[in-house]
């Protein structure tokens, strides 16, 4: 049976109490079930500060609710992206990363605005990944010359092998030989979607802690990006995002529109996440990649 480690975890923590960082929690486990996934996979739970421990467990939830564009087909129980026009400049910002050949056999792809990230692993070929399945790019392997044309133009990397592109919700993760030289990145696109936290509204209202708990790719941040907007513009609520690998709030300075009103603070690792306490007069906090 497969764990899931702290590292999987986001979390969103509302109205500190005796310890601002670690009130009691509401954990919602937002996975969907079915193996090797179970409650006692999650091993580090019990560890949880919490005298009481209610998990709610959303079974239901749809997958494409969880941040995969496709859920715009029904927005009316899902949510879709602000702004279309925005977000196919973003996403064109991703595409420009590939070289030529990639990039023009990706835009003619039927599912381009589904797309969910570009896999390019040294003397492979490129893969593109959708909804529907994969897609090779091309039919030649990447070479270490179409790696240094992708990594040229992103920011750079950080400790956690991890990059963004300024503005922008995407991520690009470097893999990395024993020498240290990238072999490796998975381009991850990343949306704000407008309405994915709905079905959460009543929690937020009720100002619970929450922790969002669920393997990667389900949309854990981009329903803690929603939260922390709607927290912050629908209920005018103090709220500071304390962003540890930038990936609530976009990489650069500038935090992205998807945030709304709340507030950034940028961290190098998890150690220093206490800062947001310490420094900032705050009601709410919103945390990523608490495990790290």
Known sequence: MNSITPSSCNTLLFKSSTNPLFPPLKPMFLFPPKPPLSLSSFVFLPKLPSPKFHPRILAGYPRNFLGIVSCCQNPQNSGCPAS???????????????????RCRLRQHPELDKLMEVVMDLGRNPIARFPSGD?????????????????????????DNRAGISRTLHRISAVRNRKNAIIGLTCRVGRAITGSADLLRDLVKDGASLLLIGPPGVGKTTIIREVARMLADDYQKRVMIVDTSNEIGGDGDIPHAGIGSARRMQVPNADMQHMAVHKEVIGL????DIGI
């Open 84 to 102: 279309d026009d925005e977000s196919q400049l973003e996403l064109d910002r991703l595409v420009s990363l590939l070289p030529e050949e990639m």
């Open 135 to 159: 897609f090779e790019l091309s039919d030649c392997p990447i070479t270490f010359q179409d790696l240094e044309f992708a990594t040229s133009q992103v920011g750079d990397f950080a400790v």
């Open 285 to 288: 906090i919103a945390i990523c």
